[in-house]
């Protein structure tokens, strides 16, 4: 089943728009990245004007964990490329080191939840057998899968940049060429 994917850049968000945005949109926006960064800048001016617009952003507790895992990663990786790191993350997140990166963490954290409504995945009414059944394939993320379903139960729109939310069947508003097609 393909997504309709509409181009971030072109999309005039609405008051009625019911978003939710990936944690890749979340990371481009509050995230470490490259100074003069593209994706941040498209994405930075996107939320803009959904807050603009008053457009209704929701968020669950997959996209706030992997948020905070992967920005914990990211500074990790970084520090670990300029020798600054031990070899081993879990070992680094239990140093002082981390302390104030989990600080830096947080207070993003904080900000992303400022912007949103939460909303749960609906884990207990998932046929999560059919979901495990489609992981098993080796084709899919189950934690995309569940995001795909919440979009789904909810009618929500997805604000992604993963080229893996292609075949979902969702509304999608990204800047990923690749959901774009030609």
Same mark, same amino acid.
């Not at 968000?13 to 800048?41: C, H, I, M, Q």
């Not at 952003?57 to 914990?72: G, K, P, Q, T």
């Not at 912007?115 to 394939?137: K, M, N, P």
């Given at each position: 089943?393909?997504?309709?994917?509409?181009?971030?850049?072109?999309?005039?968000?609405?008051?009625?728009?019911?978003?939710?945005?990936?944690?890749?949109?979340?990371?481009?926006?509050y995230g470490p990245r490259k100074p003069g960064s593209a994706k941040?800048? #498209?994405?930075?001016?996107?939320?803009? +004007?959904? =807050?603009?617009? $008053?457009?209704? /952003?929701?968020?669950?507790?997959?996209?706030? @964990?992997?948020?905070?895992?992967?920005?914990?990663?990211?500074?990790?990786?970084?520090?670990?490329?300029?020798?600054?790191?031990?070899s081993d993350f879990k070992q680094f997140r239990r140093s002082v080191?981390?302390k104030p990166i989990a600080k830096d963490i947080a207070g993003d954290?904080?900000?992303?939840?400022?912007?949103? #409504?939460?909303?749960?995945?609906?884990? +207990?009414? =998932?046929?999560? $057998?059919?979901? /495990?059944?489609?992981?098993?394939?080796?084709? @899919?993320?189950?934690?995309?899968?569940?995001?795909?379903?919440?979009?789904?139960?909810?009618?929500?729109?997805?604000?992604?940049?993963?080229?893996?939310?292609?075949?979902?069947?969702?509304?999608?508003?990204?800047?990923?060429?690749?959901?774009?097609?030609?």
């Amino acid at each position: 089943m393909t997504s309709k994917a509409q181009p971030i850049g072109g999309y005039v968000f609405k008051s009625t728009d019911e978003l939710l945005l990936d944690t890749n949109v979340w990371l481009s926006v509050y995230g470490p990245r490259k100074p003069g960064s593209a994706k941040a800048a #498209v994405y930075s001016q996107a939320l803009a +004007s959904m =807050l603009k617009a $008053q457009s209704r /952003i929701f968020i669950d507790v997959l996209i706030v @964990s992997e948020f905070v895992n992967a920005y914990a990663r990211l500074r990790y990786n970084i520090l670990r490329s300029k020798g600054t790191a031990s070899s081993d993350f879990k070992q680094f997140r239990r140093s002082v080191a981390f302390k104030p990166i989990a600080k830096d963490i947080a207070g993003d954290v904080k900000q992303v939840l400022k912007h949103c #409504v939460r909303v749960d995945s609906g884990f +207990s009414t =998932l046929d999560i $057998q059919a979901l /495990i059944a489609e992981y098993e394939q080796g084709d @899919s993320d189950l934690n995309d899968q569940v995001l795909a379903e919440l979009c789904k139960s909810k009618g929500l729109k997805l604000v992604t940049d993963d080229g893996d939310f292609g075949g979902h069947g969702l509304a999608l508003v990204t800047a990923n060429k690749r959901l774009l097609g030609p």
